[in-house]
């Protein structure tokens, strides 16, 4: 089982990028996805999520209005769409799998996820 984070890369403050999140060996389609950063001596936080059923997400305070997750389940795979990008975005940012099928809110605990996958660095340019 493994999760595949893509689409990091530099871009200007103000601009825009789309990550994905690949998943193999398995279907996640019952599972929320999540997705967090990790600046430079920072601890990981949580950004944005989508429940298992896809019609809900959440994003961090600090995100809201400029970060949304989607999924596409055929491709079993998840976005994190990220617009109006501030230098204090820079980060490496993974995704990860909710440990509990079917739940019905969405959490913001890392310690809730697992199959974290190798992260994408995300460079923001001021």
């Known amino acids: ?7 990091g890369g530099l871009v200007q403050a103000g601009g825009s990028l789309r ?4 998943a193999s060996g398995r ?3 019952t599972y929320g996805m999540g997705w967090f950063r990790q600046a430079p001596g920072m601890e990981r936080e949580f950004v944005a999520a989508i429940s298992w059923t896809g019609d809900r997400t959440y994003s961090s305070d600090s995100v809201k209005g400029r970060f949304t997750a ?7 795979t998840v976005f994190l769409q990220m617009n109006s990008l501030k230098p204090e975005n820079t980060a490496v ?5 909710d440990k509990k099928a079917f739940r019905a809110l969405i ?3 890392d310690n809730e996820y697992n199959y974290w996958g190798r992260g994408t660095l995300v460079t923001v340019s001021s």
């Open 1 to 7: 089982v493994q999760l595949q984070a893509s689409g």
């Open 19 to 22: 990550l994905s999140c690949a």
């Open 27 to 29: 279907s996640f389609s």
């Open 70 to 76: 989607s999924r596409d389940d055929a491709k079993n």
């Open 93 to 97: 940012y993974y995704c990860a799998a």
């Open 107 to 109: 959490t913001t605990s």
